[in-house]
């Protein structure tokens, strides 16, 4: 690749705080680095990574509004979690995560296991119990 | 918190990829001067694999590079540099660690979780625990950054430092941090390029199984042919779309590493006095141009945007045609290296 081929397409992915650097080739035929904003296929697979991620949330909130999954779980998929990665941050089992996921079963939480549950999701008590409208 | 303010004067140079350029600034700070590229090849970080049995997120794993952390550890063997490497089971004595380092006048490196970095874009915000950085200095409840990927460094708050320096899953990334205790001042770097280069050639050409080395481009290209037809459409695309992000993405420096060792095989011949290495470097960015080929139409399939000639099939001759001629490649380099 020569410098001048090095992409630049730029899909806002790195909301301009910085360009990447790529390796590629000077007039003279020596490796430097050079700048670029993005590429395309780059984007393309970036935003549909992002798009399977979105999906999910929207399919929890819609389980939560349909009151068949408790507002954890939303919050779960926004932190792109599932039960067995937020057990871990938890240092409880994936099953107890799995139970909680049941609005009977989160509502009978205590204070301390939703203060933990907030921190490692990282929004307040008061936001985890919620969706937004 | 009573620790004072503390600012060691840190070069911060942007790199393509996180670990090969934590090494290269981490070095330079030490008085040893590393470009990344050398980094990259001391170290022998070039590889591939395959791995269709081992998933994240349900898709099989493809890496262009050998196992995080070991960049580092075979670029400290072959170059003598002896690293003092930590882990930690409580976040509050791994950030005292760490300010006790900082007092030392010593900048730290450390494994943190791209997740929970805030000053890096959204976009690139998944759980990936294995993003090097380097931390120079405080000030109040903030520790100076220096992160490789950008361009100049940044800053963090304790409290996200720790979060990201505590982050679960694959791996853990259990506080690590590390910093040189002894960087030879006279290191053979004669020695450690041509110990690096036979090492990247010999585990590309001869590792055995179908999905490690040189080969395994091959192994991929037989199962991508099918993809369609194994995983249906929509599960096809994603697993081609995680294939280019593998390759692509912040990590690689694109091309899965190509340019990046082409720029190594090119200092390498001025280093050994070998130019016949610059042979190889050309080659080497011709390989890396036909890996790019390949992401740029696997881009167009994924996006459904695809010409009728882009097809899986056509995909898998590109990937089989990239395999062949890096096993001739890495072959002959390795007799060029002997």
């Known amino acids: 690749m020569k410098k001048e081929e090095v992409p630049q397409d730029d899909a806002n992915l790195l909301e301009g705080k910085f360009k990447v650097v790529k390796y590629a080739l000077n007039e003279k035929g020596e ?29 929890a909130l819609a389980e939560v509004r349909a009151g068949r999954a408790s507002s954890l779980s939303y919050h779960m998929e926004r932190n792109m979690m599932d039960p067995a990665l937020l057990a871990q941050h938890m240092g409880i089992g ?18 301390h296991t939703l203060q933990r549950y907030a921190e490692v999701l990282q929004v307040t008590v008061d936001q985890l119990k919620r969706v937004p409208e | 918190m009573s620790v004072s303010d503390r600012t060691i004067p840190f070069d911060h140079q942007q790199s393509a990829h996180c670990e090969t350029g934590v090494i290269s600034n981490l070095m330079r700070f030490h008085g040893m001067n590393v470009s990344e590229p050398l980094a990259l090849g001391i170290g022998s970080g070039l590889f591939y694999s395959h791995m269709p049995f081992l998933k994240v997120n349900g898709l099989p794993v493809t890496s262009y590079r050998i196992l995080p952390g070991h960049i580092f550890k075979r670029f400290s063997n072959n170059t003598g540099v002896r690293m003092k490497r930590m882990k930690f089971r409580d976040p509050l004595a791994a950030m005292a660690e760490l300010d ?16 929970y970095l805030p000053y890096l874009p959204k976009a690139f915000r998944f759980h990936f625990n294995a993003h090097n ?29 720790m979060r990201a320096r505590f982050a679960k899953g694959m791996p853990n990334t259990n506080g690590r941090m590390y910093y040189p205790e002894v960087v ?39 199962r991508l042919r099918h993809y369609e037809r194994d995983l249906g459409p929509e599960k096809a ?24 060792f082409g720029a190594f095989l090119q200092e390498s011949a001025a280093l050994l006095e070998r130019p016949g290495l610059k042979g190889f470097a050309l080659r080497m960015t ?29 995909l898998a001759d590109k990937l089989t045609a990239i395999g062949r001629e890096e096993q001739r490649f890495f072959k002959e380099l390795a007799k060029a290296a002997r």
Request: aromatic share 8%; with cysteine.
């Open chain 1, 31 to 59: 490796y430097v680095k050079v700048p670029s904003v993005g590429w395309e296929p780059e984007n393309v697979a970036l935003e549909q990574a992002w798009d399977v991620i979105n999906e999910r949330v929207e399919v």
């Open chain 1, 94 to 111: 994936a099953r107890r995560v799995r139970k909680h996921l049941r609005p009977a079963d989160f509502e009978r939480l205590d204070a």
């Open chain 2, 100 to 115: 006790r380092v900082l007092d030392r006048g010593l900048p730290v490196g450390m494994l943190t979780s791209v997740f």
């Open chain 2, 133 to 161: 950085i380097v931390v120079f200095g405080r000030e109040g409840d903030e520790y100076l950054v220096s992160d490789p990927v950008m361009d100049a460094t940044t800053r963090i708050h304790r409290t996200a430092l």
């Open chain 2, 184 to 222: 030879p001042a006279d290191a053979d770097m004669r020695h450690a390029v041509a110990k690096g280069l036979r090492r990247t050639a010999r585990d590309m050409s001869t590792t055995p199984l179908p999905m490690f080395g040189s080969k395994g481009i091959g192994f991929l290209a037989a």
């Open chain 2, 237 to 260: 695309r994603l697993a081609l779309g995680n294939l280019i992000r593998m390759q692509e993405e912040i990590g690689t420096g694109g091309a899965g590493f190509r340019f990046m």
């Open chain 2, 286 to 314: 011709a390989i890396g141009d036909q890996w790019r080929d390949f992401a740029y139409e696997a881009g167009r399939l994924c996006k459904d945007r695809a010409e009728s000639h882009i097809t899986y099939g056509s």
